[in-house]
Structure formats: C-alpha cells, structure tokens
C-alpha cells in the first residue's frame, strides 16, 4: 500500500508542514535551478553514520536536521527515487509528475512498498485546494460470507489468495496523472523500468525488511522466483533486477490503464488467482474505480492535521489527536 501526501502551491515551501509517507511538493517548479557539489556526495561513506542494531523492526531515528528549499523538494524513502523526483522538477514537471516517478521508483528499490497489486490513498494540495484519492480496491464479488465458514477462517488470511482484493494502486495512478499531471505518464516511470532492468544496490534496512520477510515469500514459488537470489533475500549492496516488472511498468506506460484492468495482465492475473484458488476475475478487475473525496482533519498542538475518511486509518490517527471534523 502506498499513502502520500503532494503540494504544488506558488506559496512559500517553508510554510508547508507535511507528515506520512512519500511527499513531493514543489514551488515555481518552470525554470527552477538546484545547485549541489558533487565531491559533498564522495566524501560520504558507511562509516560516516553510526551503526545500528537491526534485530528488531524498530523505526529509524533520524538525526539529520530539517532540509528547506525554495524553488522545489522531494522526500523519499529512496534516494535514489528523491534524484528521479527531483529531476522531474528540474525538466519542467509539477508535483503531481515527481510523485507518481517516485512511486514507482520505490516499487522497484523497495519492493515490500508501493506494490502495483496494492493499494493507494492520496492526498493533494493543489494552488490552495484540498483533495483526496481513495485508490483502495474492494473485495472479489465471489468472496462473501459463506466463504469464510466454508474456509474455517476466523480472521482475515495473512498469505495466500484469500487475502487479496482488488488492486487499486495502478488505477489511481492513472486517475491522479489524468486530473494534474502535465508529463507523459510513460517518461515518468521510465526511470523506474531502467533500473528495474538494470539493477539496483540494495539498501541495508531494506535488505534487513527483505529477510524479515523472506519466509512469507518462500510460500509460494512465483515469489520466490521473481524475490528471491537463490532463495535468500539480497544483502545490503547486491544488485537487484526485475525484468519483468520493468516490462510490466513499460507495458502500463504504453497502454494505460486498461492494460492491467482489462487486458493481457488482467487474464494473467486471473490467471494466476484461478490457479493459486483465489477469488479475483475480469469484472472485479474492470469495475474498479478510484474515488475523489474531501479529507477529513484534527487540531493537533494548535495545527490542522489531514487524513483520508474511512476506509483508511485517517479516523484512528485523528481520534487519537482529538475531534476530527
């Protein structure tokens, strides 16, 4: 699943206060120059920053002080998708454009992230104006009530095709590109296929992310193939390529949206979901539609706070700041 949050406003960034997941805002983005030495970047190495004890999940404490910008900025998990987002804004493109690179680029850098058989929630602040994209998809129609009796399961299934429902991911992409992006959607993920094809080093906390969840990946042999390096997961600095998904981004940028709800990748998917005992087919496929909604916000220490409305966790965050409105 992926949540992010997206700014272009000819106001002044540093008024701008943002929390979630992967940001890109811009400010007077046309014509905007971004100056940085290259030798800063070689003189940093590993033992730069100090170590670690990655035993645990526990979340990172950054320690780096807050970055501001005039003229635009992107934050990633990534770094190598903040440079592919913050190019975006150097050729000319708005936020909207560097978010949906960035989006990709973390499927393929980090695959346990922005996966295109996931789901999205968007929020959007465009020239003073709020919106917001519920990219979520809903359950297979045949999926209903008795077949959770007839399964035995008490609660949702956490492998396997019983816990998969409808993506919406990729249609929100689209529906978001089509009402405020100004690049062509396939120069944006372009970045993303190439080094998908190529490869890539990964990360030391996404490696550790990647072993923690290698024994759910090791269920199923297509996982294993596609994730897995002689079955382990890669190590911290091993080049990683996924050809396939570089071929599936090309495909989405060449044919849109259909191509993943209504064409050769929706009968692989149903495929593989017929295979496997799912529960997914064509129709749950081509009925699925984003939808745009007001967000709903909680004061928080004198500040508004925006979430998604149901069905995110927007509630649950703003329930705990306070009363939502």
């Given at each position: 699943?992926?949540?992010?949050?997206?700014?272009?406003?000819?106001?002044?960034?540093?008024?701008?206060?943002?929390?979630?997941?992967?940001?890109?805002?811009?400010?007077?983005?046309?014509?905007?120059?971004?100056?940085?030495?290259?030798?800063?970047?070689?003189?940093?190495?590993?033992?730069?920053?100090?170590?670690?004890?990655?035993?645990?999940?526990?979340?990172?404490?950054?320690?780096?002080?807050?970055?501001?910008?005039?003229?635009?900025?992107?934050?990633?998990?990534?770094?190598?998708?903040?440079?592919?987002?913050?190019?975006?804004?150097?050729?000319?493109?708005?936020?909207?454009?560097?978010?949906?690179?960035?989006?990709?680029?973390?499927?393929?850098?980090?695959?346990?992230?922005?996966?295109?058989?996931?789901?999205?929630?968007?929020?959007?602040?465009?020239?003073?104006?709020?919106?917001?994209?519920?990219?979520?998809?809903?359950?297979?129609?045949?999926?209903?009530?008795?077949?959770?009796?007839?399964?035995?399961?008490?609660?949702?299934?956490?492998?396997?095709?019983?816990?998969?429902?409808?993506?919406?991911?990729?249609?929100?992409?689209?529906?978001?590109?089509?009402?405020?992006?100004?690049?062509?959607?396939?120069?944006?993920?372009?970045p993303a296929a190439s080094y998908a094809e190529e490869g890539f080093a990964v990360g030391q906390k996404v490696a550790h992310a990647w072993e923690w969840g290698a024994s759910k990946l090791r269920l199923s042999d297509h996982s294993v193939?596609?994730?897995?390096?002689?079955?382990?997961?890669?190590?911290?600095?091993?080049?990683?390529?996924?050809?396939?998904?570089?071929?599936?981004?090309?495909?989405?940028?060449?044919?849109?949206?259909?191509?993943?709800?209504?064409?050769?990748?929706?009968?692989?998917?149903?495929?593989?979901?017929?295979?496997?005992?799912?529960?997914?087919?064509?129709?749950?496929?081509?009925?699925?539609?984003?939808?745009?909604?007001?967000?709903?916000?909680?004061?928080?220490?004198?500040?508004?706070?925006?979430?998604?409305?149901?069905?995110?966790?927007?509630?649950?965050?703003?329930?705990?700041?306070?009363?939502?409105?």
């Open positions: 699943m992926s949540s992010f949050l997206i700014f272009f406003d000819q106001g002044n960034t540093e008024d701008i206060g943002y929390t979630g997941g992967l940001r890109a805002y811009s400010n007077e983005v046309l014509g905007a120059t971004f100056d940085c030495d290259p030798k800063f970047f070689e003189s940093l190495s590993c033992n730069s920053f100090p170590q670690r004890n990655l035993s645990t999940m526990e979340p990172f404490n950054s320690r780096r002080a807050a970055t501001r910008a005039r003229h635009g900025m992107v934050a990633s998990s990534q770094p190598l998708a903040a440079q592919v987002g913050l190019q975006v804004l150097k050729d000319g493109g708005n936020a909207v454009d560097a978010a949906i690179a960035v989006t990709a680029m973390v499927n393929v850098t980090e695959p346990m992230m922005n996966g295109l058989g996931g789901d999205s929630f968007i929020l959007v602040h465009w020239r003073g104006q709020l919106h917001g994209l519920n990219a979520s998809g809903r359950c297979p129609q045949a999926m209903t009530r008795d077949t959770f009796v007839n399964a035995g399961w008490k609660r949702m299934p956490q492998v396997g095709w019983g816990a998969v429902s409808v993506p919406g991911a990729p249609d929100g992409y689209f529906t978001l590109h089509e009402r405020f992006g100004s690049k062509k959607f396939a120069d944006l993920i372009e193939q596609e994730y897995l390096l002689q079955g382990k997961a890669p190590k911290p600095g091993e080049i990683f390529r996924q050809r396939n998904l570089a071929r599936t981004w090309r495909e989405l940028g060449k044919h849109g949206r259909d191509y993943y709800y209504a064409g050769e990748l929706a009968r692989k998917i149903v495929a593989a979901s017929d295979a496997g005992g799912g529960y997914l087919k064509l129709p749950d496929l081509a009925d699925q539609r984003s939808e745009w909604m007001d967000p709903i916000s909680a004061m928080y220490r004198g500040h508004r706070i925006v979430e998604m409305p149901p069905n995110g966790q927007g509630p649950v965050s703003a329930l705990l700041r306070g009363e939502y409105s």
